[in-house]
């Protein structure tokens, strides 16, 4: 399995734009399937936490939109994960004998995916005919640091699997272990939860 940091840069940012204008689906195939997976659901986080924001859709709105949001979110870390196995399956990464990086490749990846989304937003806020020009201004100019930032994690993606791949670096999958989401693990839904429902 061969993964390209700058082709995983840009299927991010081409599925940005194509999901605003037809309705959002995985599609790709292998690692690439993984990658818009995690995409798609910090796309559909993105658009829930806008939401989430409105004050103008009363509290049943924003209670089903936190519900969304926390699916999405244990959906995104779940795939996050899934591309590290991927990744740790086809490099097979020395246990040993060299430095480990605290993040991983997959972390890496979901952060890119955050940055494409915001560089197709705060471009929109860029060029945005009904904002004032000091608005797009000011969001021109953080337009250009997150193109930026997106293209050092990118050759940093790309230099963390090249010395991964030479036995240079190493690292491990870091499960997220989430709890709040889970009736088990969270003191409010199992102290609280109904008679016989209790894990």
Known sequence: MRIDAQECAARQAELT????????????????????ENHLRNFSLWHEEDVARREDLGFEAVYRAKRRIDRFNQERNNFIEKMDEAIVAALAPPAAGCPRNSETPGMMLDRMSILALKEYHMHEEAVRADATAEHREKCGEKLARIRRQRSDLADCLAELLADVAARRRTFAVYYQFKMYNDPALNPQLYRHAPPGGRA
């Open 17 to 36: 734009a194509r999901w605003h204008q037809a309705e959002p689906a995985a599609a790709g195939d292998g690692f690439l399937r993984l990658l818009e």
